[in-house]
């Protein structure tokens, strides 16, 4: 598995996420929800930080003499380039140590979801999630990834947008029952309010919910009083506004 996680753009999709992990070390526990399975991974690099020691010989022996030097030349290459190996080690063991730990954190972001999803599955069950259209507005999507995947399997069908422009093209094509938003964007720091904003225009209006890693009790209270639904960082909190959030159904 490629343990760079690229940053794609996705415009307004119908979502149909795949999950892939690393070598499987241990099994989901019954119950859980599918999402975990993406979660049981062991983080093992496939990067190589063997590097050959320049051994190569650098006696001459003179001919007909006899006589056996060293080629004080090719003494110094092969200890520079040794040297430049052992800092291609050092680097690369740094790399490799640096992408365990981007997988390391990967994983309990999952666990965290996956948590949270087992948790409200029951509930989730005997709400009117199942059908409900979810359009998701985040310019960098895979940060959310198993939230989305969750969300699915929970019976929620997920929209994408990367920005609000897109957003809204997706509000007048879709019967949109909640969105959720990061907050701040590439080419907006307060995305969540530019789309609010715009959200809070029409009729009937989807309910919106803000999720961001930088939510605090005063942000989500801010929040609240500019019309958000609600606002949060937490897997269960999040979980929790969506369920809450369709319990009453929109006029179609």
């Known amino acids: 598995m ?13 979502l149909s996420v795949p999950m892939t992990g690393l070598a499987r070390d241990s099994v989901r526990p019954s119950g859980d929800c599918h999402v975990a399975d993406a979660c049981y991974s062991a983080c093992v690099s496939t990067r190589d930080c063997v590097l050959e020691h320049d051994s190569r010989d650098c006696s001459r022996n003179v001919f007909p003499f006899g006589l056996i030097i060293h080629d004080p030349a090719c003494e110094a ?18 790399s490799k140590a640096d992408e365990k730990s981007q997988c390391e954190g990967q994983k309990a972001a999952c666990l965290s979801v996956a948590a949270a999803c087992s948790s409200i599955r029951r ?34 069908r997920l929209l994408l947008a990367s920005d609000t422009h897109a957003a809204l ?3 007048q094509t879709h019967h949109v029952d909640v969105i959720i938003s990061d907050f701040e964007r590439a080419d907006d720091p307060r995305g969540a309010y530019t789309l609010l904003s ?3 225009k029409r009729t009937n209006p989807p309910r919106f919910i803000i999720f961001s890693g930088s939510a605090t009790a005063a942000f989500a209270a801010e929040a609240k009083r500019k019309g958000a639904f609600g606002e949060t960082n937490e897997n269960p909190k999040l979980f929790d506004l969506v369920l809450e959030a369709v319990k009453k159904p929109r006029h179609r």
Do not use: F, H, M
């Open 2 to 14: 490629t343990l760079a996680w690229a940053r794609i753009r996705i415009v307004a999709t119908i």
């Open 77 to 94: 290459n092969k200890a520079v380039q040794n040297q430049i190996n052992e800092i291609q080690k050092v680097s690369c063991e740094a």
């Open 123 to 156: 509930k989730a069950g005997i709400s009117r999630l199942k059908g409900a259209i979810i359009l998701w507005v985040d310019d960098n999507p895979d940060n959310n990834i198993y939230q989305r995947q969750a969300l699915v399997e929970l019976g929620a």
């Open 169 to 171: 093209k997706q509000l």
């Open 198 to 200: 715009e959200v809070r």
